[in-house]
């Protein structure tokens, strides 16, 4: 499976819903919901070595390359309901996609729909370690499809 | 600046009060700040942040050992802050008072200078479980090196300390009890005075973490007949870098030094050097001039409330949101609930929410709460909870402001349930 749509393209899309949204709750209830619907993942993936260092709530992350279509495939789970919601924004937008287009584009949709203090490396729900670890393997898988 | 407090005069003056610190006055994502992480620090009135500004711009020297004027005037600061903090825990002399970077440093201090020297293989060191780590992991250490025993009394259901456990663990063997005088995470109050008769009985030496009770209970070193007494500047007004390390002085006068170089020693030749009395000994190098004149300071703004008074209003403050919160299903406390036996510090959880998403949203709305294990990880251990919320009042918290947190609290409950 690959994704019709580019990372830019979905950037775009997660800001125009999240504008219908006039205060912090309806838009908090909005990423919650989204979390929620997000695939659960299977209990024996939920190891130490699928952690994400640096998230102070527990965040499980873990890549697959898709070598037919060239994609990364990522699959992830939070005991946040907060933090499932972010990491399922971060799915929908990089799973799927080509590595090399993971490592080149440009985040600015959690700027854009006022989630943009969940990118300080010292904010307790480690979406910049999550975004980290997503280039990590990225470049990894890249790097290795190249060779 | 406020004058001085009358009995219980805190309530009616508390909005006077708050303009002693700038801090308070400001928005969080457009809210007013409503801070409730006082356990972790405190904010500044402005008589301590001037009063530093003050030692830079007009009497900045390098004290004890510089004749002219300035080097006199910044000697003169600093030993007067030594003498403020001497009173205030009714220490017998000033001689008695080290500065420190912190609580931390201050029990390290001990630990790696009379430790060393004093416990010896199968002696017992005796800590609670809901100690701080700073006061928890040297003596852990310290036991490990020495191949030394440490005992940890429990808590009771009711969340104090197990005292019975307590008796029970003393024995000759016992060689020092290293405990808080309030938990920062229960908010408990541990019967220091009787603590200390009991551990002496067995002639060990007590140790007491007063880094959250200092602000909040009267301190008398005197009374509590404790043989070492720590706590931090921060948590009481003062600047951050600046604790404080109370020593009984003949216990003080046997220690070696912690760390050696400048200011510490009388002489020193290439074959050996000879130890400054306490509590220069304990002083070496430049020490922290500015934030002990500014801790001094911030000893002169509390006096001026009055240790009591802060007393009174708090538990006024924590008796009223503690009768809210217990009102949200769901919702643990882990603390005593009786007031005379708790401080101003309410831990909480709340059934099937993650701390850290209640406290996202809390801050979105501009209130200020601690998530985590509190550095007490033993402690949560033993409560079998991974992190805990945790809101601590202060003199400078108002009946509005909880109102306001409950009411958030309340709301942001809401929109989590909706998805349980």
Redesign the interface.
């Known amino acids: 499976m690959i994704k019709l749509q580019s990372i830019d393209q979905i950037q775009d899309e997660i800001i125009e819903e999240f504008e219908e949204f006039s205060d912090?709750?309806e838009k908090?209830?909005y990423l919650?919901?989204q979390g929620?619907e997000l695939p659960k993942i299977d209990a024996n993936c939920k190891v130490k070595d699928n952690l994400v260092m640096g998230c102070?709530?527990q965040v499980w992350l873990i890549p697959d390359y898709d070598k037919k279509n060239q994609v990364m495939l990522f699959k992830a789970d939070s005991?946040?309901?907060?933090?499932k919601g972010l990491i399922s924004l971060l799915l929908r937008m990089y799973s799927e996609q080509k590595p090399e287009d993971i490592l080149s584009t440009e985040l600015y949709v959690f700027e854009q729909i006022g989630l943009k203090g969940h990118l300080s490396p010292s904010r307790?729900?480690g979406l910049s370690a999550m975004i980290r670890d997503i280039k990590k393997f990225s470049f990894a898988f890249n790097n290795n499809s190249n060779n | 600046m406020i004058k001085t407090m009358e009995k219980t005069d805190i309530k009616s003056s508390v909005n006077e009060i708050r303009k002693d610190f700038p801090i308070l006055n400001r928005k969080v994502n457009g809210r007013p700040l409503v801070y409730f992480d006082n356990a972790a620090t405190s904010q500044k009135p402005s008589s301590v942040i001037n009063e530093m500004r003050r030692y830079f711009e007009e009497y900045n020297a390098n004290v004890h050992r510089v004749g002219h004027a300035l080097g006199q005037e910044a000697s003169l600061a600093y030993e007067q802050a030594r003498e403020k903090i001497a009173l205030f825990m009714n220490a017998k002399s000033s001689k008695e008072i080290i500065f420190t970077a912190n609580a931390t440093e201050s029990v390290n201090l001990v630990a790696w200078t009379w430790g060393r020297d004093n416990i010896k293989e199968n002696d017992e060191i005796i800590v609670s479980i809901m100690e701080h780590h700073s006061n928890f992991i040297c003596w852990q250490q310290l036991a490990k090196e020495k191949k030394a025993i440490l005992k940890i009394v429990d808590i009771t259901d009711s969340y104090e300390l197990d005292m019975q456990q307590f008796e029970q663990m003393l024995s000759d063997k016992t060689k020092l009890v290293a405990i808080t005088s309030m938990s920062n995470v229960l908010g408990t109050i541990n019967p220091v005075k009787k603590i200390a008769e009991l551990t002496h009985k067995y002639g060990a030496k007590i140790l007491v973490d007063a880094s959250q009770s200092v602000v909040q209970m009267k301190t008398d070193v005197q009374d509590f007949d404790c043989d070492w007494l720590v706590f931090t500047g921060h948590k009481i007004c003062g600047p951050t870098g600046i604790g404080v390390l109370y020593g009984k002085y003949d216990i003080l006068k046997e220690m070696p030094p912690f760390m050696m170089g400048g200011g510490m020693i009388t002489t020193v030749s290439i074959a050996d050097s000879e130890w400054e009395m306490p509590p220069q000994r304990f002083e070496a190098g430049t020490p922290r001039i500015s934030e002990a004149i500014g801790l001094g300071i911030a000893i002169d703004y509390i006096n001026n409330l009055g240790v009591d008074n802060i007393r009174a209003y708090e538990e006024e403050l924590t008796s009223y949101m503690i009768k809210q919160l217990l009102e949200i299903e769901g919702l643990t406390i882990y603390g005593p609930l009786d007031m005379e036996k708790r401080g101003a510090t309410i831990a909480f959880s709340i059934k099937g929410i993650h701390p850290h998403d209640l406290g996202t949203l809390l801050d979105e709305l501009g209130i200020a709460i601690r998530i985590g294990h509190h550095c007490a990880m033993p402690l949560h251990q033993r409560l079998a909870v991974d992190k805990t919320m945790r809101a601590s009042l202060y003199f400078y918290n108002t009946f509005e402001e909880i109102d306001y947190f409950i009411q958030s609290l309340k709301k942001s409950v809401k929109i989590f349930q909706k998805f349980l």
Do not use: C, P, R
Not at chain 1, 79 to 83: F, G, K, Q, W, Y
């Open positions: 912090w709750e908090y209830s919650i919901e929620v102070q709530s005991d946040s309901m907060i933090v307790a729900n």
